[in-house]
């Protein structure tokens, strides 16, 4: 399957559409200039009768950024005039850094965090080559901790350029 | 029809699942509340270790692996207490001891860091084998909790992996603390692979956690070994968890990990 149709399953009436654009502005509070879409995050928009349900995925299980995008959701919503909104968490299908936008991978690598490699769900096959830093783009670098700030990330440091940098671990 | 809406319209519920017209059947929530509280309890444990483990580094790992067992725990336990219409907050904090299902495993005490390292090992090793299975569950909530668990604690058997060989093939100190650590919690694998008391009912949708030894036994002597280790020989801690039968460790961490919630019933933060 499309691994792009998958990650972002936007809707196909205008008004479902209109509510996954606003939704689609939310952003990771542990990683702001990814959105909830970049991320693959929000998973479906539906209007049903009066109500708005709107379905996003925790990246894992314990991912404590879910409570912040659900409240931050529904006030992006209600700003826009949707009163009736229901935020529900679903586990399936589980996510995967595979389904990160192109255009989240940049915006991840200008912030400093290496973005993370393929899994393979899209057909491909990862290498492994090794994580480049997003400071100045050497392949020479070394996992410090597989566990970083945050549940998504591990510690790396460049030995090149010597910084140390996140990784957004493939998941 | 839109192909990719097919597939994340049948998508299920299961953290906010309370929300959601999904009930557990009484079977199936009995023995995800035996998973859910294995993962609490061992949650809770990790938890311990913040601010105290050996290098800052650890305290994030530990404390990540930790959460992730949390987010394990509360989707069982939140799914198991549909059945009875309790929450999981309900079900974490306002349990006494007996009403805790966990193995005995789980509540051992840290002790020093190359113990926990040995439960560890154990755990990540049993936990990757059971949501494997468990992920071709016939029942769709606890398939979808599987499969995202299993890529998770993926990378807490490799944390424990790392160390031990680390600890093993390290110092002279730290070959006979790991090694001491290993004694320590051996005794209690072998409960993890007794028969699930409700499973035997739920064909199809539990783990007949005594097909997992097999695996287990492939797998975690051979590491043990590599390590520079030997694989301990005492015999088997009685077990019982699932029917309640605790050691002592776990009547004083539930007392610590209960009484602010009890204290003051209702509160939130």
């Known amino acids: ?171 | 029809m839109n192909h990719s809406n097919h597939v994340v319209s049948s998508a299920i519920t299961a953290e906010s699942i309370a929300d959601s017209s999904v009930v557990a059947p009484e079977t199936v929530a009995q023995y995800a509340l035996g998973l859910g509280d294995d993962a609490l309890v061992l949650a809770h444990r990790l938890g311990e270790w913040i601010a105290n483990a050996p290098e800052l580094e650890e305290d994030v790992a530990i404390g990540n692996i930790g959460l992730d067992l949390l987010g394990h725990a509360r989707s069982l336990l939140t799914y198991a207490g549909t059945a009875w219409d309790r929450s999981e907050d309900d079900l974490a904090y306002f349990r006494d001891e007996p009403e805790f299902r966990s193995r005995q495993l789980f509540e051992q005490p840290n002790g020093d860091f190359a113990v926990t390292i040995a439960r560890q090992l154990i755990a990540s090793v049993y936990f990757a084998e059971l949501y494997r299975a468990l992920a071709a569950s016939d029942d769709p909530t606890l398939a979808a909790i599987a499969a995202k668990a299993v890529k998770e604690v993926d990378y807490h058997v490799d944390h424990s992996l790392q160390w031990l060989r680390r600890l093993g093939l390290g110092t002279e100190l730290s070959h006979e603390r790991m090694q001491r650590g290993l004694d320590i919690m051996w005794p209690f694998a072998d409960e993890l692979f007794q028969p699930d008391p409700f499973a035997a009912e739920l064909e199809g949708i539990a783990v007949d956690s005594t097909r997992l030894r097999e695996a287990f036994d492939a797998l975690v002597p051979r590491l043990i070994v590599d390590a520079g280790l030997e694989v301990p020989t005492g015999a088997p801690a009685q077990g019982g968890g699932r029917l309640g039968r605790h050691s002592e460790a776990l009547g004083p961490m539930l007392a610590e990990m209960q009484v602010l919630a009890r204290a003051h019933p209702g509160a939130i933060w």
């Open chain 1, 1 to 171: 399957m499309n691994t792009e149709l998958l990650a972002r399953p936007r809707p196909e009436t205008p008004s479902e559409l209109a509510v996954w654009d606003l939704a689609a502005t939310v952003v990771d509070p542990e990683v702001p200039v990814l959105t909830i879409e970049d991320l693959g995050v929000l998973r479906r928009v539906a209007i049903e009768g009066s109500t708005v349900v709107v379905d996003i995925t925790p990246t894992y299980s314990g991912c404590p950024a879910v409570d912040a995008i659900r409240d931050d959701v529904v006030a992006v919503l209600g700003a826009a005039g949707y009163g009736n909104v229901v935020v529900r968490t679903v586990l399936a299908p589980a996510w995967t850094t595979d389904w990160m936008s192109e255009a989240g991978r940049a915006k991840l690598e200008d912030y400093g965090i290496a973005a993370p490699v393929s899994r393979g769900t899209g057909g491909t096959v990862n290498l492994g080559l090794g994580i480049r830093c997003p400071h100045c783009g050497s392949m020479h670098t070394r996992e410090l901790s597989r566990f970083g700030s945050t549940s998504c990330k591990a510690l790396y440091v460049c030995q090149r350029c010597q910084e140390p940098f996140d990784y957004f671990k493939e998941h």
